[in-house]
C-alpha cells in the first residue's frame, strides 16, 4: 500500500491565487520529509522538514509539517503560470531500508493566466 | 557547479534489445541512487549506491536490471532483455549522505532523466 498520498492528484487556478497541497504519510521510522518540484524533467529540491510546526518559507512557497498527524502540506500563495508542474511529496524512512526515500503520486498543478 | 548528467535523455528501442544509461554524479557526493518513475507516478527506488557499494538493491529486478559503479563515481544501469513494463523516465541521484548512527540526512538532487520507450 502507498506510504505517502498526495491530495489532490490535480488542481487548475488562475493566477493570483493561493493553493494547498496536501502529503499524508506512514512508515515506520519517520525521519524526513521532503517537497519537490517537477517539471518535464529532474525534480528541484524545495524544502526539506523534520521537526513538527517549524515553517519553512522560501518566497512564495511555504511548507510546515505535524509529525503527530503525519502530514504536511505546502502552501504556494501569488501563484503564476511558472508553478506549473508536478510537486511530490517524499518521506525518508530511517528503518531497515536507510535513507530510502518513499514518493507520493505528485499533486499537478495547472495555473492559468 | 554542474548537476547530475545523464545520459542518453532518450532512447526507443524493440522488447528483448539490451539498454544501458549513463549518469554522473554531483562532484565530491558519494552516495548515488537509480529510480523509476512511470507516468503519473511518484519515482521508485531501484538501487542506492554508497561510493561503489550497493546498500539498497531490495527492489532492483536482477532478472534483468543490472547496475554498476566500479569507482564509485560515474555509475550505468543496463536492461537486458528489456520488456514493454519497462517504459518509463530512469532518474539518477546523488547526494552528499554520510551513514550515521541516525541515518542519512542529506538532500537528493535529480538528473534530467532517460526517458525509456519499448515498443
Known amino acids: 500500500e502507498d506510504k505517502v498520498v498526495q491530495s489532490p492528484l490535480s488542481l487548475v487556478v488562475h493566477e493570483g491565487d493561493t493553493v494547498t497541497l496536501n502529503c499524508s504519510y506512514e512508515v515506520t521510522n519517520f525521519r524526513s520529509l521532503l517537497w519537490y518540484k517537477q517539471e518535464k524533467k529532474a525534480p528541484t529540491f524545495l524544502f526539506m522538514l523534520?521537526?513538527?510546526?517549524i515553517e519553512k518559507k522560501s518566497g512564495r512557497l511555504s511548507s510546515i509539517l505535524d509529525k503527530k498527524e503525519l502530514f504536511s502540506i505546502l502552501n504556494i500563495t501569488a501563484t503564476q503560470t511558472g508553478d506549473s508542474a508536478v510537486y511530490l511529496c517524499a518521506v525518508e524512512d530511517r528503518g531497515s531500508t536507510l535513507g530510502r526515500l518513499y514518493f507520493g503520486r505528485g499533486t499537478q498543478l495547472t495555473v492559468w493566466p | 557547479e554542474a548537476g547530475v548528467v545523464q545520459s542518453p535523455r532518450y532512447k526507443i528501442i524493440e522488447k528483448k534489445q539490451p539498454v544501458a544509461f549513463w549518469c554522473n554524479p554531483i562532484s565530491g557526493h558519494n552516495t548515488l541512487y537509480w529510480y523509476r518513475q512511470n507516468l503519473g507516478q511518484g519515482p521508485e527506488l531501484l538501487i542506492r549506491y554508497e561510493n561503489e557499494e550497493a546498500v539498497d538493491d531490495s527492489q532492483l529486478p536482477k532478472d534483468r536490471f543490472s547496475a554498476e559503479r566500479l569507482k564509485g563515481v560515474d555509475s550505468t544501469l543496463k536492461i537486458q532483455p528489456a520488456e514493454l513494463g519497462d517504459s518509463a523516465v530512469y532518474l539518477c541521484?546523488?547526494?552528499?549522505?554520510?551513514?550515521?548512527?541516525?541515518?542519512?540526512?542529506?538532500?537528493?538532487?535529480f538528473g534530467p532523466g532517460t526517458r525509456l520507450t519499448v515498443l
Open positions: 523534520t521537526s513538527s510546526g
Open positions: 541521484a546523488s547526494s552528499s549522505s554520510r551513514r550515521t548512527g541516525t541515518g542519512n540526512t542529506d538532500t537528493q538532487y
